[in-house]
């Protein structure tokens, strides 16, 4: 017996506009929050390596007996430097973070309000493919091309 084939809609949700404004805001504050923790982060590692790099120097100018016992201080810092540079892989996932909450929130505003008379549809960007940028595997000490 052949039976018609049904095409079913997809199923769907009915929530109150002001709800999904809320949720919307909410998305957007965290992208902001995200935006300023990355600047946070900036500033920060910037003055750390300015201040690395200050040590180091000085350390450099000594000589003799002491330059010979400074030696672990300097490989220290090197190693303190070399671990600044993961500042990359959180700037990316914070970047990453921001887009997938973004377009959330238009998304959102897309599917849950009537658009105006006149109004063109909104050009979303497409949702992040990759669920991150950097992955756990990348993040293993030493596995990571920093320069």
Known sequence: MNQPTMLHAPPSVSLPVHLVAGLQDALLMAMTDLQ???????????????????????????????????????????????????????????VHTGKVLQSCAWRLAEEAMEPEEDEQPMALDPMPERPSPVTQSEMDAGSVELF
Do not use: K, W, Y
């Open 36 to 94: 300023r923790l990355e600047g946070l982060l900036d500033h920060a590692t910037a003055n750390l390596l300015d201040r690395f790099g200050s040590a180091n120097r000085t350390l450099g100018q000594i000589d003799g007996e002491q330059a010979a016992e400074l030696a672990p201080v300097r490989e220290a810092l090197h190693q303190a430097v070399t671990e600044l540079q993961f500042h990359d892989m959180a700037t990316q996932l914070i």
